[in-house]
């Protein structure tokens, strides 16, 4: 059973809306431009463009918590993990619904053999279903049920990840600048996961703990 | 043989005019001013050139709607400029189009240095309307106004070894930032068999929508080639090289397996990475049928009669 003390102190829950509403800017962002007109000569593409791109990050800002707490020791941060990935999940549904609506039009033969045969649809594809046990088991109930299991399901968000880069990078046609930067950006993130890794970051915080900050 | 127009001709510059376009854009650069934040704006700006005199109708012609001044100027591939679609029109003000020289050369009988203001008067300018099918799988139909290639190849006259032709497309790192990247390896090349460069259908464009052809669409004088690919029609043209062998192209030296000396716009044979049976017609909501050289199979189809259009793509 919880402890009372285990709850969320009072001044979490503001930081809890103020970062659900940033999470959200994404969206409004694509929302505002569309009523003005203002999502370019390709609106699709860039919607498609838009809400993959916010997908990749809100992995990769869920992946950074558990680096950020080793090193800087705030444990507060864990509660706001759960949000940010199922973010990420809201925006790679919305970049799924737009190719399966806006550029597919639900033709189901079609978006199979898309599947099937475009390398990069089906690491895309395959990440997205990665993600949904995920998203179903976020609950605080499922956690408990899970127990050790939960944590061994959701590193099924390494993958997810890993098949979101490559998703990237198989659709660009020559220039590999921006998977390359989220790719490597993924690669920090899983490298301090390891020991090293997770030496380099407990050293660093001690060192801070001794400079007194 | 030309496209009869099964309709009232009226070239598209009148129908859709760029100084209401232009209008438009003022004020909405000033609703974009107002809502300040550039994460919100980042309208590209298209440059305006000024009208181009003399322009007739041309034979070829289309019945559908043409894509916006706004869409054909803002959503440009130029790897010169950078790689997104609206690094172009940003960033290709710098480009300079005086003086510009193009060197005809190779296998001619009179080899020449162009001067781009002589090159306009080489021949009678015309609207062509055309569709451009992108490689990426998206169109437009595009008001181009040029002259045929054949009229500068038969200037040329081209020695019997003259088998291909060759485009180069300036190389000025200064004035062209994407060039500071290797995204390709630079100068910028393409090339056309010589029955497909003399073809009535091929064009050398110096303007759009009636006005000199905005720096972001590769002024000032660049290939059209509609039932290509987009890529296979070279920009900022500065030398037209006639050669004997297959010259190597820029895409085909970048990723051979990708992209073919051929290029021609065909539903059927596949991107290694993605289909070419549809594409979204810009400004359209509902994805289109790709059609076989984009639509010019009447006028192209026999160049490649008994070719394995899979092999030779």
């Given amino acids: 059973m919880p402890s009372r003390s285990g709850r969320s102190p009072r001044w979490l829950s503001p930081v809890k809306i103020a970062l659900f509403l940033v999470c959200l800017l994404p969206l409004v962002r694509l929302v505002m431009l569309g009523m003005r007109g203002g999502l370019g000569a390709n609106p699709i593409e860039f919607i498609t463009h838009s809400t993959g791109t916010w997908a990749l990050i809100g992995l990769l800002l869920t992946l950074s918590i558990t680096p950020l707490r ?3 020791g705030w444990t507060f941060l864990l509660r706001h993990r759960r949000m940010l990935g199922l973010f990420a999940f ?10 399966l609506w806006l550029d597919q039009f639900f033709d189901l033969e079609r978006i199979v053999r898309d599947v099937v045969k475009r390398p990069f649809v089906t690491a895309g594809f395959a990440g997205f279903v990665l993600l949904v046990p995920l998203a179903l088991t976020s609950t605080q109930t499922m956690m408990r049920r899970l127990g050790r299991h939960w944590q061994q399901l959701h590193r099924l968000i390494y993958v997810a990840a890993g098949l979101g880069v490559l998703h990237y990078a198989w659709l660009v046609k020559r ?11 993924l690669g920090v993130l899983l490298f301090f996961r390891l020991p090293p890794g997770v030496n380099v970051l407990e050293t660093l915080r001690r060192r801070r703990g001794q400079a007194g900050v | 043989m030309p ?3 099964p309709f009232d001709p009226v070239p598209p510059s009148e129908i859709t005019p760029p100084d209401v376009y232009r209008e438009r854009r003022r004020f909405m650069q000033g609703a974009a001013a107002l809502a300040a934040s550039p994460w919100l704006g980042g309208a590209g700006t298209a440059l305006a050139g000024p ?10 012609r289309l019945d559908e709607a043409s894509t916006s001044y706004k869409d ?4 440009n ?7 997104g679609k609206s690094d172009p029109a940003e960033r290709a003000r710098s480009l300079r189009t005086r003086p510009w020289m193009v060197s005809v050369e190779g296998e001619v009988k009179r080899a020449q240095v162009w001067d781009i203001d002589a090159l306009l008067k080489l021949a009678p300018l015309e609207e062509r309307v055309y569709r451009m099918r992108c490689v990426e799988g998206w169109s437009m139909v595009i008001p181009w106004v040029g002259f045929p290639l054949a009229e500068l190849i038969r200037r040329a006259e081209p020695t019997g070894n003259a088998r291909y032709v060759e485009f180069v497309t300036l190389s000025d790192p200064a004035r062209m930032p994407g060039q500071r990247s290797r995204i390709l390896d630079w100068p910028y090349t393409e090339g056309l068999r010589m029955d497909e460069a003399m073809h009535p259908l091929t064009i050398l464009a110096v303007g759009l929508y009636g006005e000199v052809l905005p720096n972001q669409n590769g002024a000032p004088v660049r290939l059209v080639v509609p039932w290509k690919y987009g890529f296979k029609s070279a920009k900022s043209i500065v030398k ?3 050669v004997e062998k297959q010259p190597l192209t820029a895409w085909m030296a970048a990723a051979p397996d990708e992209y073919g000396f051929y290029s021609n716009v065909n539903p059927k044979v596949d991107h290694p990475r993605w289909s070419q049976a549809r594409e979204r017609r810009i400004g359209e909501f509902l994805k289109r049928d790709t059609l076989m050289y984009n639509g010019y199979g009447a006028q192209v189809a026999h160049l490649y009669r008994g070719m394995d259009l899979q092999k030779y793509f």
């Fill in chain 1, 70 to 72: 080793r090193l800087t």
């Fill in chain 1, 90 to 99: 809201f925006y790679a549904s919305l970049h799924l619904v737009t190719y």
């Fill in chain 1, 175 to 185: 220039d590999l600048t921006q998977p390359l930067i989220y790719g490597g950006l």
């Fill in chain 2, 3 to 5: 496209i009869r127009p």
């Fill in chain 2, 51 to 60: 009208k181009l005199s003399g322009v007739r109708a041309g034979a070829y």
């Fill in chain 2, 72 to 75: 054909v100027t803002s959503y």
């Fill in chain 2, 77 to 83: 591939n130029f790897y010169e400029f950078g790689t």
């Fill in chain 2, 240 to 242: 037209i090289r006639f």
